[in-house]
């Protein structure tokens, strides 16, 4: 089993920052993926961004691009989405996920965190 706590998320103005971090516990020595996706009432979990085991591979969806940044510090068991020049249409539950690959579907995800409710007002 897997645990994934996030923190960071909060109201913001359009054009400002936030940094979600994501902190793993339990059978995480095992070689992962981690990663973010989003949801807004009424609709389906989309992929935000995606990091690998060495944090050398990163994936972000085309929304996002340019925008956001994911990272992982293993020494600490935690993941990180710098976000910044944040848009109205950013504003969702954000959910922290883990995975054996990296995964940019719902779908293969192993693992989800409990989210954390980011709010960009314009």
């Known amino acids: 089993q897997v645990q994934l706590v996030e923190s960071g998320g909060g109201l913001v103005q359009a054009g400002g920052s936030l940094r979600l971090s994501c902190a793993a516990s339990?059978?995480?020595?095992?070689?992962?993926?981690m990663g973010w996706f989003r949801q807004n009432p009424g609709k389906e979990r989309e992929f935000v961004a995606a990091?690998?085991?060495?944090?050398?591979?990163?994936y972000y969806a085309d929304s996002v691009k340019g925008r956001f940044t994911i990272s992982r510090d293993n020494a600490k068991n935690t993941m990180y989405l710098q976000m910044n020049s944040l848009k109205p249409e950013d504003t969702a539950v954000y959910y922290c996920?883990?995975?054996?690959?990296?995964?940019?579907?719902?779908?293969?995800?192993?693992?989800w965190g409990q989210g954390t409710q980011v709010t960009v007002s314009s």
């Open positions: 996920t883990w995975s054996r690959v990296v995964v940019t579907t719902a779908r293969g995800v192993e693992y």
């Open positions: 990091v690998s085991w060495s944090g050398g591979n990163t």
């Open positions: 339990g059978r995480t020595f095992r070689s992962n993926a």
